[in-house]
């Protein structure tokens, strides 16, 4: 057990406009979940750590305005690219971590998202 | 600040050859440990990871890693790799009761025939 699920998996949109991505937890309970940046070449930037019903804790340097974060389930989270532009384009990863063993990340294949 | 040092940006190794890739930290404390692959265009998957105990840590597809706490350092190993092990590795850390991950910059293995 321990999957976790993305959709979309590619995602192409015109500057300005809005892109959500879901994370899902399939088979258990995801008690926070991470948003996470990764661009070409380059390691993982954590964006944002959410707790079920909480509101997201953003790194420092990620705009909250832009990147909204929404946990409203224990198996659902979402993360909307709000007025997007070029450099916005990214792959974008989820993970998530249940309950009674948050330090292990459960990792979702990745959204790669492209704005024209 | 805490941080996480993977050496070398890109390895090649020889399919059958050995295989070690570097990590180094820098906390105060013995960190959770963690060694991630990631195939193009894909997510991560875990390899292994160490949280206390026996500092010599088996994975799946035959890798392992060594905890030296003297070094800082969580080595990854195979003693004999396949074609199929071309990839990223991305070495990671946790530290204290907070579940945020902090990752190295990534190892790009290829594998010659």
């Known amino acids: 057990g321990a999957v976790v699920s993305q959709h979309p998996s590619r995602v192409i949109c015109k500057s300005g406009t809005s892109v959500k991505i879901e994370c899902r937890s399939l088979d258990f309970q995801a008690t926070t979940m991470f948003w996470y940046r990764q661009f070409p070449k380059k390691s993982l930037m954590l964006m944002a750590t959410s707790n079920e019903g909480s509101k997201a804790t953003y790194e420092q340097g990620v705009e909250k305005d832009k990147f909204l974060i929404n946990h409203a389930s224990l198996t659902l989270s979402t993360l909307t690219v709000t007025s997007a532009h070029p450099e916005d384009s990214s792959f974008y990863i989820c993970?998530?971590?249940?309950?009674?063993?948050?330090?292990?990340?459960?990792f979702g294949p990745g959204t790669r998202l492209t704005v024209l | 600040a805490q941080s996480v040092t993977q050496p070398d940006i890109h390895i090649t190794v020889s399919e059958g050859a050995s295989l070690e890739l570097r990590c180094n930290y820098s906390y105060g404390a013995t960190p959770y440990l963690f060694w991630y692959v990631q195939s193009p265009g894909q997510g991560l998957q875990l390899l292994l990871k160490y949280f206390s105990g026996d500092t010599l840590v088996q994975g799946i597809k035959g890798f392992e890693a060594e905890f030296k706490r003297s070094q800082s350092s969580f080595n990854l190993r195979k003693p004999s790799v396949h074609w199929s092990d071309a990839a990223e590795y991305f070495c990671a850390v946790g530290f204290g009761t907070a579940s945020k991950l902090t990752f190295g910059t990534g190892t790009r293995l290829q594998v010659t025939l």
């Open positions: 993970s998530a971590s249940k309950r009674d063993s948050l330090t292990l990340q459960f």
